[in-house]
């Protein structure tokens, strides 16, 4: 389903956001990333960022200790 694929496990707070907002600077509107991170901070911090910049969350799902994000770019 995505177009891109972000593993930032390992990765705190604001790795993550930083890294991903320089994916989708490269990406197509429209695009979808799929970001995978385990800090559990990620989860507020992805939404606030998606309704800052005006990305669509898609989904966020737990996976065991991963938080898998999909985030298509406006």
Same mark, same amino acid.
């Given at each position: 389903m995505a177009d891109h694929t972000l593993?930032?496990?390992g990765f705190a707070c604001?790795?993550? +956001?930083l890294k991903t907002k320089q994916a989708?600077?490269?990406? &197509?509107?429209? &695009? !979808? !990333? &799929?970001? +995978?991170?385990?800090? /559990? %901070?990620s989860k507020k911090d992805f939404v606030a960022f998606c309704n800052q910049l %005006?990305?669509?969350? +898609?989904? /966020?799902k737990d996976? %065991?200790?991963? +938080? !898998?994000?999909? !985030?298509e770019k406006n």
């Open positions: 593993d930032m496990c604001p790795m993550p +956001i989708l600077a490269s990406m &197509e509107s429209k &695009e !979808i !990333i &799929e970001v +995978i991170c385990t800090d /559990q %901070g %005006g990305h669509k969350l +898609i989904s /966020q996976d %065991g200790n991963k +938080i !898998i994000f999909n !985030i």
